[in-house]
């Protein structure tokens, strides 16, 4: 008896100890959940300077927060910036007599401004008492210790001085380029093109430590130990205290033409003609180029800013770079507030355009071919924030959405049929385009019609959504006659979303007719499956009429939908390239009607919109499924499509991952959402000149390069991009709107309880 105790117990034991050794069975049932802590989110404030025949020399920043300009029509300071709202730099006035003064450099001593002229170094600080004269009047570099030491020079000859008395004299024989002074090692370091000095101030050695080529800037790092070195093409690390190089001259960077180094809060940070950027802990570079972060992209110098700031100054003006501690939630509170207060039009999540070089009170809301989808998007986060926090605000503004996506069905003729948009009546030249706008019965306003597949299915996931989670009435009674509304016009067109002119629209097409003519690695094949499936279970689920049950089982059963749903994503690709005898002249339109012609046109690479159709559908896919056969099947089906999507470390795909399984790249999902930038603004944007990126050979995903950037490193997109895309251009004519692009995958993963509160 006590033996066979013994043994199960021993058994049980060996059972945990096992669970406990193999994390993949403690995966299975472990749920990823992130804390919500605070982090560290950047933004740029930028301040212009664009007077002509001005030159910006150098920057530096006081221990009061007073940031000084050194230019060449005198000292400079930022006037009245904020984030999205920029400054400019104007004449600093604040001391009178410095206006005479012929300043030549600047630094800081202590934390006070010091400057050099072409008689003494001298200060408004400490009572003014500071006044060194150096009789060098050529003199245009100098830097300072904490003993009022100064090392100075013009070019050529150096000099130290103290209290007006000259301490040490002597000579370089390459032009001088920078001099600093480093208190950890408590010597001035002074930079030519060929060599890397020091000087001591106690011994009044000069003694060369390194020596070279192409020179170009440098900064003393890592508490002295190193001395990093920029070049025309990258830059070299110094060991100081064997004062060799370490390691090969490092060109995997943004760019290897170095115009700037310096150390700011423990990170070396680089300037280049082609923007800055700050070495990471992980040996990569976080890259700062365009307007998004600075004035323009030729970087003069760099230093440290009040506050946890980076002060970058380039030819055009200064960028601020601000680090802010801020949670998950503190962002969707800036976004929310984004959305609300300039990007709602008649109910519809919008984007503003129109504005002049990023003025966003130069701008106007427009529509788009996509209203319908980009409001469904905005709408699920609203009904996932309320269903978590229960915000009057939230149901407030879902509310007011859902309303204008009723009458995109109420302003239009025809039964059922979605609206892409509209607008009032003589800001669309509808002659113009008369394919898409229409006058309405009411002469106010006209509608936009050609609705897409796109606006169906973020039509059937938002209202869905919301008839599931928001018990409020009528709202959710809306939600449901509206899925009825439209589900209807589909079966009674016999799958498909018939338009004004009697005719299917050119994307909304679920009949067999149409989606079993494409060879199955058309990925509209199985994109098309999918999505009708999902939107008949919806349909069913939430009114019960049997007629989209048996619609569903019908296609899934008689005409293969079930299998072209189930098709691994990786048997998705091209077919032949011949485009068949007869069509090479044709339009689109013509194109589409031509069964192989669109076939070829549709598979040329991987549709990105195709994504944003498939995990909007998988909300009533999976959660509305008729059983738990299809249930399972629904699963494997997601699952394999994240599975070929994970390289795009895509927040809203992840997310929706959480769906089904509790093992999905939680962390490349908060990646995303905290790396991306608070400005939307469409600037120019570039990356394929980098050097620290590996790119790719062409492909069909059109996957550019083998690890996907960081979203403020890329242009600013929706769910429906290529994240691999490289650059943009811009002009700071255009803001998207946070609340489909950030919201949706916040709110959708605090609804599954994958991130927390903070």
């Known amino acids: 008896m006590k033996m066979k105790k013994f043994n199960y117990f021993s058994f049980i034991v060996c059972l945990a100890f096992l669970a406990l050794s193999m994390p ?38 006081d221990l009061n927060g007073n940031i000084q300009v050194l230019s060449s029509d005198g000292l400079l300071h930022p006037h009245n910036g904020r984030f999205l709202y920029p400054g400019e730099l104007k004449t600093d006035n604040r001391h009178r007599p410095m206006a005479d003064k012929n300043i030549a450099d600047l630094t800081v001593v202590d934390q006070q401004f010091v400057y050099l002229d072409d008689e003494a170094v001298l200060s408004n600080a400490w009572s ?55 208190p950890a090692t408590e010597k001035f370091w002074i930079l030519t093109e060929k060599s890397l000095s020091t000087f001591s101030p106690e011994t009044n050695e000069l003694k060369t430590v390194f020596t070279g080529n192409g020179f170009t800037s440098f900064d003393v ?105 801020m949670t998950l939630k503190d962002k969707a509170m800036y976004f929310e507030d984004q959305v609300r207060s300039r990007h709602i039009r008649y109910g519809f999540n919008a984007s503003l355009a129109g504005m002049d070089h990023g003025d966003l009170s130069t701008g106007y809301l427009r529509d788009s071919d996509n209203d319908g989808l980009w409001t469904t998007m905005y709408l699920g986060s609203q009904i996932f924030r309320y269903a978590v926090t229960g915000s009057e605000e939230a149901l407030y503004n879902l509310a007011e959405s859902l309303d204008a996506m009723e009458r995109l069905f109420t302003i239009n003729p025809i039964f059922g049929f979605p609206s892409r948009s509209f607008e009032r009546s003589g800001y669309i030249e509808v002659l113009a385009d008369p394919r898409r706008w229409q006058h309405s019965s009411d002469p106010e306003w006209d509608w ?86 999902a939107m008949l279970q919806t349909a069913y689920h939430f009114t019960r009429k049997e007629i989209y049950k048996d619609v569903a089982f019908e296609l899934m059963e008689e005409h293969g939908y079930l299998e072209n749903l189930m098709r691994p994503m990786e048997e998705i690709g091209r077919v032949p390239d ?62 394999d499509h994240w599975e070929i999507e994970r390289p795009e470390k895509e927040g809203l795909w992840n997310i929706f991952t959480a769906l089904v399984s509790p093992e999905f790249d939680l962390e490349e999902a908060i990646w995303y959402l905290q790396r991306h930038p608070m400005d939307l603004i469409q600037w120019e944007i570039r990356n394929s000149h980098r050097k620290d990126i590996e790119f790719m050979e062409p492909n069909f995903r059109n996957q550019t390069i083998t690890e996907v950037l960081p979203p403020d490193e890329r242009p600013v997109q929706r769910h429906n991009s290529n994240m691999f895309r490289l650059d943009t251009s811009g002009n700071g004519s255009y803001e998207y709107s946070a609340g489909d692009i950030w919201l949706l995958p916040y709110w959708l993963g605090r609804y599954f309880e994958v991130i927390t509160t903070p």
Do not use: C
């Not at 700031?309 to 601000?322: A, K």
């Open 128 to 182: 003014g008492r500071l006044f060194s004269m150096h009789r060098m009047p050529g003199a245009n570099i100098f830097a300072g210790n904490g003993d009022f030491v100064f090392l100075l020079s013009d070019g050529r000859e150096l000099k130290s001085v103290k209290d007006s008395e000259q301490l040490w004299k002597g000579r370089i024989r390459e032009g001088i380029i920078d001099i600093k002074y480093n």
């Open 578 to 639: 011949e485009i068949p005898n007869g069509s090479e002249g044709l339009s689109h339109d013509e194109l589409l009607d031509a069964a192989e012609a669109r076939a070829q046109m549709l598979s040329s690479s991987w549709n990105h919109s195709d994504d944003e159709m498939y995990f909007l559908g998988y909300w009533g896919l999976y959660r509305y499924a008729f059983n738990d056969t299809l249930k399972d099947m629904y699963k494997e089906a997601i699952i």
């Open 448 to 533: 936009k019609a050609t609705t897409s597949s796109d606006e169906a299915i973020g039509h059937i996931f938002a209202f869905g959504a919301l008839a599931e989670l928001v018990d409020v009435e009528p709202l959710r009674s809306k939600a449901v006659y509206l899925i009825d509304k439209l589900m209807q016009h589909i079966v009674d067109n016999d799958l498909y979303l018939i338009d004004y002119d009697g005719k299917p629209t050119t994307w909304a097409r679920w009949n067999p007719e149409y989606v079993n003519a494409f060879p199955t690695q058309v990925g509209d094949r199985k994109l098309n499956s999918s999505n009708i499936i």
């Open 24 to 61: 993949g069975l403690a995966r299975d049932t472990e749920k990823q959940v992130h804390k919500d802590t605070p982090f560290l989110q950047d933004y740029s404030i930028k301040f212009y300077h664009n007077k002509p025949g001005v030159i910006l020399q150098k920057i530096v920043s």
């Open 221 to 325: 790092v890592a508490y002295g130990s190193k001395t990093i070195i920029g070049t025309g093409n990258g830059y070299i690390e110094i060991n100081n205290l064997n004062q060799r190089q370490i390691g090969e001259v490092r060109r995997n960077l943004p760019v290897t033409e170095i115009t700037a180094v310096n150390e700011v809060n423990g990170k070396v940070w680089f300037g280049s003609p082609l923007g800055a950027f700050m070495q990471q802990d992980d040996g990569k570079y976080k890259y700062y180029y365009g307007e998004r972060w600075l004035p323009d992209n030729n970087v003069i110098n760099i230093t440290e800013g009040p506050g946890n700031s980076v002060l970058v100054l380039t030819d055009n003006g200064l960028g601020q770079i601000v680090f802010e501690n």
